[in-house]
């Protein structure tokens, strides 16, 4: 089955118009009272600036689809280029306002959508921020005043080559990228304050092997000890950890100074092995005891791609729909996810529609805070 990245596509129908009008940005209701006076070309300038971005996934096929907002927060411009869409909300009024925009990203992000595609500055970005955190996939198409944040593309065409990239199965890393916001009554009266809002996850440019040891070739142990590094680091008080077999895995453990089961499941909690080598019954009745909730980190078998279905059966579909399907950490060298050559990696769980769920970009963790967005199909 062959993955379809779903987009999440919001536009800021107003984002930019307040720069022709010498308003320094495009919030506040000075510029909403002045609508009515722009020009047709004036108006339309982010959805035209989205369309430029969007041009580009023409190629793509049925390879890509999009949820949206209606009218001009986004189906107006995938009805002008043809491009398969569903409408799963409107704005609340003929001007869409800031909660316009939250409510569309948390209902997208709700919709099972893979990425956040967005038309705006740095209020938008912001509002988007304030919806999705720093855990979900963004990407901004520059169409305001204002863009101080770096969760923007460098152009709107350089977004959606970005976006082709991704469906054609390249290595697309993600990267943490400030969100921030000028005060634009200060500004216009020619004082910057720059206020820094948080960081968001965005699809950076595929580098292969981007760090590099060992004479320019990624070495797989230094590799699987960046990657415990970095896990070690982020692991909760009282959440459970369901560690998966495999080498890479097999370093979380070493870190945590505990012993391993290569080719089995050790649960740890707080720093401390709970239990080794368990099957799926056990597994089952560890969780109903997790007290801070569950986390499972699976790697990748090297050369067919494997993530479920291949040496780590204890994951039955019952386990893995316990731990919840937010909570899978997938852990892989980056040399190991380009020898794939661009094919997905698979999922065969022996439950179709779980497997249909797990299809779709997924971040894979590829070293020590360093994250690249890759495509699971079924096997």
């Known amino acids: 089955m062959t993955a379809i990245l779903h987009i999440g596509l919001v536009i800021n129908p107003l984002a930019g118009l307040g720069g022709s009008l010498g308003l320094k940005g495009s919030d506040g209701e000075a510029l909403r009272e002045r609508v009515g006076s722009l020009t047709e070309q004036q108006r339309h300038r982010a959805l035209e600036r989205v369309e430029r971005a969007l041009q580009a996934l023409a190629a793509a096929g049925d390879r890509v689809r999009f949820s949206t907002w209606g009218g001009e927060m986004g189906e107006k411009a995938l009805l ?54 720093s855990t979900f996939p963004v990407l901004g198409i520059p169409a305001g005043v204002k863009m101080h944040s770096g969760v923007f593309a460098v152009s709107p065409e350089a977004a959606g080559e970005l976006l082709l990239q991704l469906v054609r199965g390249g290595l697309v890393g993600l990267v943490a990228r400030e969100v921030r916001d000028i005060d634009e009554e200060a500004f216009r009266h020619d004082q910057v304050r720059s206020r820094f809002y948080g ?33 070690v680091e982020q692991m909760e008080p009282g959440r459970t950890y369901l560690i998966g077999p495999g080498s890479t895995t097999a370093a979380i453990m070493d870190k945590l100074g505990l012993a391993n089961t290569l080719l089995g499941v050790d649960v740890v909690r707080d720093g401390q092995l709970l239990a080794s080598d368990v099957d799926e019954a056990r597994l089952l009745e560890l969780l109903e005891e997790a007290p801070a909730g569950a986390a499972m980190v699976v790697t990748v078998i090297g050369g067919q791609g494997s993530v479920f279905g291949r040496g780590n059966q204890q994951f039955s579909p019952q386990v893995i729909r316990k731990v919840g399907l937010e909570n899978i950490l997938v852990v892989a060298a980056k040399s190991k996810i ?42």
């Open 80 to 133: 002008r280029l043809g491009l398969p869409h569903e409408v799963i909300g409107r704005a609340s009024g003929d001007l869409s306002v800031a909660q316009d925009t939250r409510r569309a990203a948390r209902e997208l992000r709700e919709h099972g959508v893979d990425l956040i595609l967005f038309g705006g500055g740095d209020g938008t970005a912001r509002d988007i921020f304030d919806v999705v955190g």
């Open 199 to 231: 960081e968001m996850l965005v699809p950076g440019e595929g580098r292969y092997l981007q760090h590099t040891k060992v004479g320019g070739r990624e070495s797989p142990e230094l590799v699987a000890d960046d990657i415990a590094d970095w896990l």
């Open 338 to 379: 380009a020898a794939l050559e661009g094919r997905p990696l698979l999922v065969d769980t022996n439950d179709p529609a779980l497997d249909r769920e797990l299809c779709g970009w997924r971040t894979v963790i590829t070293g020590y805070d360093d994250r690249i967005l890759y495509r699971i199909a079924t096997a």
